[in-house]
C-alpha cells in the first residue's frame, strides 16, 4: 500500500514571495506522482506529474516539482506566487501499473493563502 | 485536452428521493472512472472504481446497493444516489483515467456535484 505525507496543512505566503509545499510518500513499490490543485467549490485539476524521465518536472503556470526517489519526495515549488494561485493543493500517487484500475492515494491536503 | 464533465453541477432533492450524476471524459476514452466524495475541507474519499462493461468496485464501507454505478460506455459512468437521505448530502467528484498517449496513466477529474438532501 502507498501513503501520502503532506505535512503543511496550510501555507500563507506574501504576494511575489517563493512557496515550496511539501509532499513524501511511501510505497514498497514504484509509483506515479501527481500534484493536484482546487479551487474552492471546483473538482481537482492536474498541476503536473511524473511518470517516468527527467525527476523536474514543470507546469504552464510556473510551478515545479523534483521526484527525489532517496528522499520519497516530491515536493512543489514556485518562484513568485500570485493571488491567483490561492487554492488547495493535493499530492497523489498511484502504483506503476499498465492497468487503467490503480486507485490514487492523496494526501490530506494543503492549503496556500497568498496575503496581498 | 482531457476534459471531464458532470451534470449537473449541483442538485437539490428532497429526502427518500433518488438522484442520478453523470460524468464523461469528453475528448479522451477512459475504460476506468472513479467516484469520490468529499466533504468539507477535506480529501477526498473513495467510493468506487468503474470499468466499463462490468461491475463497480466499491471500497470498504461503501453501500453498493444505495450508490449504484453504471459505465456503460468508455466515455460516460453514472452515479444513482437511491433513497437519499440529509447524511447523503456532499461533494461528488468523478475522474476518468486516460489508457494511451499523453492521459495515459492520469486521473482528470470533473468539476464536481453539490447534493443538499432537505
Known amino acids: 500500500a502507498q501513503s501520502v505525507t503532506q505535512l503543511d496543512s496550510q501555507v500563507p505566503v506574501f504576494e511575489e514571495a517563493p512557496v515550496e509545499l511539501r509532499c513524501n510518500y511511501s510505497?514498497?513499490?514504484?509509483?506515479?506522482l501527481f500534484w493536484y490543485v482546487q479551487y474552492p467549490n471546483q473538482g481537482l485539476q492536474l498541476l503536473l506529474k511524473?511518470?517516468?524521465?527527467?525527476?523536474l518536472v514543470e507546469s504552464i503556470n510556473g510551478f515545479e516539482a523534483e521526484f527525489n526517489k532517496s528522499q520519497t519526495s516530491f515536493h512543489l515549488r514556485k518562484p513568485s506566487v500570485h493571488i491567483s494561485d490561492t487554492a488547495e493543493y493535493f499530492c497523489?500517487?498511484?502504483?506503476?501499473?499498465?492497468?487503467?484500475?490503480?486507485?490514487?492515494?492523496f494526501g490530506t491536503g494543503t492549503r496556500l493563502t497568498i496575503i496581498p | 485536452g482531457a476534459v471531464v464533465s458532470q451534470h449537473p453541477s449541483w442538485v437539490i432533492c428532497k429526502s427518500g428521493t433518488s438522484v442520478k450524476i453523470e460524468c464523461r471524459s469528453l475528448?479522451?476514452?477512459?475504460?476506468?472512472m472513479f467516484w469520490y466524495r468529499q466533504f468539507p475541507k477535506q480529501s477526498l474519499m473513495l467510493m468506487a472504481t468503474?470499468?466499463?462493461?462490468?461491475?463497480?468496485?466499491?471500497e470498504q464501507g461503501v453501500e453498493k446497493d444505495k450508490f449504484l454505478i453504471n459505465h456503460a460506455s468508455l466515455t460516460l459512468s453514472t452515479l444513482t444516489v437511491t433513497s437519499a437521505h440529509p447524511e447523503d448530502s456532499s461533494f461528488y467528484i468523478c475522474?476518468?483515467?486516460?489508457?494511451?498517449?499523453?492521459?495515459?496513466?492520469?486521473?482528470?477529474f470533473g468539476p464536481g456535484t453539490r447534493l443538499t438532501v432537505l
Open positions: 475522474s476518468a483515467r486516460g489508457v494511451a498517449g499523453a492521459v495515459r496513466y492520469t486521473q482528470y
Open positions: 510505497s514498497s513499490v514504484s509509483v506515479y
Open positions: 511524473y511518470l517516468s524521465g527527467s525527476t
Open positions: 497523489a500517487v498511484s502504483r506503476l501499473s499498465n492497468f487503467g484500475n490503480e486507485k490514487l492515494t
Open positions: 475528448d479522451f476514452q477512459a475504460t476506468t
Open positions: 468503474s470499468n466499463e462493461g462490468s461491475k463497480a468496485t466499491y
